[in-house]
RNA sequence: GGGGUUAUAGCUCAGUUGGUUAGAGUGUCUCGUUGACAUCGAGGAGGUCACAGGUUCGAGCCCUGUUAACCCCACCA
């Protein structure tokens, strides 16, 4: 006979069963099986560091997925693995040599590499090892990652048809650069801050005449670069200008002012100075007009050459003396506070300085038209639904994607330079010989791609693309991707544009979104702020259970959640109470019968009652773990388990449990026991996959495993054995509270007289005056007829009359008080209740069960409000 | 500047197509320790569903507006 601790403790059994579940091959999904197939990709987590509490989210979600997909018998396939990240990695890698007094450019490239690839075997590991902990069934054997052989190919694969379909290009182009990252970045890796500036007032000379033109600028340093001054074309007071040569102060430099609709008259002086080689709009008016291009910023963020005597110097540093300077030349005029959002780097939040320089840009308009279309025509859903507006919104302001970054850790671009010839060169091989030219002085392009790259293809690289595989016939398109909302745009969108034009598919069906979760102030976990919260404390400290139960409990798909210790107890109490449900099974295991089935008159009306009950719960759980609804699937399993099962199924199950001489009784309240607490635990174990394994192994069962056990399949309701039994519960909670108006103990046996308004009820309770015994501390359950009984409180409700004959003594007047608030609260509904259903417009125009059920509250209302008063009548006389 | 989310009990949140007396967890108060569980059981208190209109027989839910907080997007120097 097993046994059972007394509480609930994970750390007894959690590891035990993942390492069974994995050692024989459960988690892996089969290409040959000819069932119908549920497929998920991972969001790959980046090597570097490790999981925190959104992985953590993340990850319980698709495996709440994948295990009910998989009891439902789908061929399942999780597919893991995790992101090389390129920045993040690198930038992990360097602060560590800097440690140790070194740089990567000492070390070089491939001696460089190789440290990276060293931390990423480390981290990489450790990462996987966590989603273990976390109970994650994915496919291990498959696993992969965004650097290896299978998806570098793919990812040159990609490359080169879009550059030979003309859809990846190289430009001269203004881009975002982080001078602390020493790369280029795309759009959406710039975090756009409102912050308080100044707007400096310069003036500029005209040049022969005695004239200026006042400009006003938040970026004065960028003075050395301006190779123009722009006004509106329509601006009066600028009119006669136009055309004009200025001289930029300090430098003496002769700079044409030009009229372009750019500008905006009003703000300002009207008047902007022209950067084209530091600010992307000044860049774009640099083409329109033919200006030249003076480098004075520096790609580590200091002042160059053009900048004169500042060069050298910091840009902060610059602006703060070159500013003075002008303030002492007269060329300042006013200094206005003025607030403006400026770009910060996504990853190391320096500040973005815009630059020229040489990049790779994908094309995205043709990308992004299918992309579209394959959520409007709902190829793809998102859930929860309005993701949807956002993920369109973004796709149709879509501009070019810059994806070379100057880094050594990542994908490098496959292209070829010829210094020869000057030809460059795209191949799917690599190239030793210029294609052109013949010149064997070639090299291959310095720079990696970005990152989000090759995660863009991750759904199809990871089942073998290019070449075409039963992996990708078999689970292409995956089924549903779960993802936080913060990376819609980096991922998601990316995914389903490289899908559709090289898996040939949408990449999934659904797009399941999540929120962030933030702490107990709602805010967001981060290193900086040291309020993050290790997951896997929480698993070594509660169970990777109660983690997880926490974690999609009491929220909605999509919103964030904060996380709070409190709740995490509350999990693990309902884990606790869950085991101590089985561990009262089991301690009553002795003498069970297996071959015992009980026929039709063996069941007691709560034994019908919860069989209904579980069936009630397993549609619902089944129907909300269809559209998503995880955390209202979790919940309903709560609500059963503790309110039904274990609050008043059990209790009434003791009776017959401690009565050994009643054989037959005895075996079906095992056997209805056995049963429901087995299919819960079958409904549970996606949510809580190692207490239900736990149990379920102990308890009678068949198969090898609860994880590949068959999902619970719907049956019929018994509604009459649901509605007596509510009756009767009804009445238990009436008389608990009359006795607790009296202060009597709650354990404390008394004598409950009963009536009823008709015969049909009677026969109800006297046929089950035991459970009344058992949780109403009811003794003796006496029947009354005709008149009430004197000095008895009652109560009434569903035509049962409850009275709590008074024995000890109470507060009359206070009781009395008590119940004229009662009363008057009763006749208010009543008068409510009234005034409905003598509205015509009601009983015309409302359903008929809705006007029915109305009709029965009253006729309740009136019956509670009739006892009420004969309590009421009864107390007067006592006084 | 554009878009979105949120506003419900002291706190954190549910509330699925409009339909009984708006729920849970947690906290709080009263009572309860002999065999599943004190990580528990029984009972209670606690809400003008942000505000103002509207649609409807009926609104926490739908529509309009207002307020507040948060988030995303955005090339006005």
Known sequence: METMEKVYNPKLFEKKWYEYW????????????????????????????????????????????IRFRRMQGYNTLWMPGCDHAGI????????????????????GREKFLERVWKWKEEYGSRIMFQLRSLGSSCDWVRERFTMDEGCSKAVREVFVSLYEEGLIYQGRRITNWCPDCNTAISDIEVEHETEKGHLWHLRYKVEGEDRYVEIATTRPETMFGDTGVAVHPNDERYKDLVGKTLILPIVERKIPLFADEYVDPSFGTGAVKVTPAHDPNDFEMGLRHNLEEVVVIENDGKMGEGAGKYAGLDRYECRKRLVKELEELGVLIKTEEHEHAVGHCSRCHSTIEPLVSKQWFVKMESLAKPAMEAVKDGRIK???????????????????????????????????????????????????????????????????????????????????WPEKTKTLEKFYPTSTLVTGYDIIFFWVARMVMMGLKFGKDVPFRHVFIHGLVRDAQGRKMSKSLGNGIDPLEVVDKYGADTLRFMLITGNTPGNDMRFYWERVESARNFANKIWNASRYLLMNLAGRDENFTPNKEDYTLSDKWILSRFNAVASGVTENLEKFELGEAARQIYEFLWSEFCDWYIELTKARLYDKDNERPRQTALFVLGKVLEGTLRLLHPFMPFI?????????????????????????????????????????????????????????????????????LKVLF???????????????????????????????????????????????????????????????????????????????????????????????????????????????KMK
């Open 22 to 65: 994995e050692k024989n091959n459960y988690f892996h999904a089969d290409e040959e099986n000819e069932g119908k197939s549920y497929s998920i990709v991972i969001p790959p987590p980046n090597v570097t560091g490790q999981l925190h509490m959104g992985h953590a989210l993340d990850n319980t979600l698709q495996d709440i997925l």
């Open 88 to 107: 993040a990695t690198q930038a992990k890698v360097e602060a560590s040599l800097r440690e140790e007094g070194t740089n990567r450019y000492e070390l």
């Open 382 to 464: 998102f859930v929860p639904d309005r993701f949807t507006k956002i993920y369109l919104n973004w796709l149709e302001n879509i501009r070019d994607w810059c994806i070379s970054r100057q880094l050594w850790w990542g994908h490098r671009i496959p292209a070829w330079h010829c210094h020869n010839c000057g030809e460059t060169s795209v191949s799917r091989e690599d190239l030793s010989v210029c294609p052109k030219c013949g010149s064997k002085d070639i090299a291959q392009d310095e720079d990696v791609l970005d990152t989000w790259f090759s995660s863009g293809l991750w759904p199809f690289e990871t089942m073998g």
């Open 692 to 760: 239900t394994e736990e149990i379920w192994q102990k308890l009678p069962h068949k198969g090898e495993t609860i994880m590949l056990a068959n999902w619970p399949q719907v049956e019929d309701r018994d509604e009459a054995a649901e509605k007596d039994m509510s009756v009767i519960m009804e009445t238990i909670k009436t008389v608990r509270n009359l006795r607790a108006e009296v202060g009597a103990a709650p354990g404390h046996k008394s004598e409950v007289i009963l009536s009823f308004s008709d015969d049909n």
């Open 766 to 876: 006297k046929e089950h005056a035991g459970y009344l015994n058992a949780l109403a501390a009811a003794e003796p359950v006496t029947f009354a007829e005709g008149d009430a009984p004197e000095n008895a409180l009652s109560g009434a409700l569903n035509g049962v009359q409850v009275y709590l004959p008074l024995k000890g003594l109470i507060d009359v007047e206070k009781e009395l008080a008590r119940l004229q608030k009662e009363l008057d609260g009763l006749e208010k509904d009543i008068k409510r209740t009234e005034g409905k259903l003598n509205n015509e417009n009601f009983t015309k125009k409302a359903p008929a069960n809705v006007v029915e059920n109305e009709r029965e509250k009253l006729s309740a209302l009136v019956e509670k409000e009739k006892a009420t008063k004969e309590r009421f009548a009864a107390l007067e």
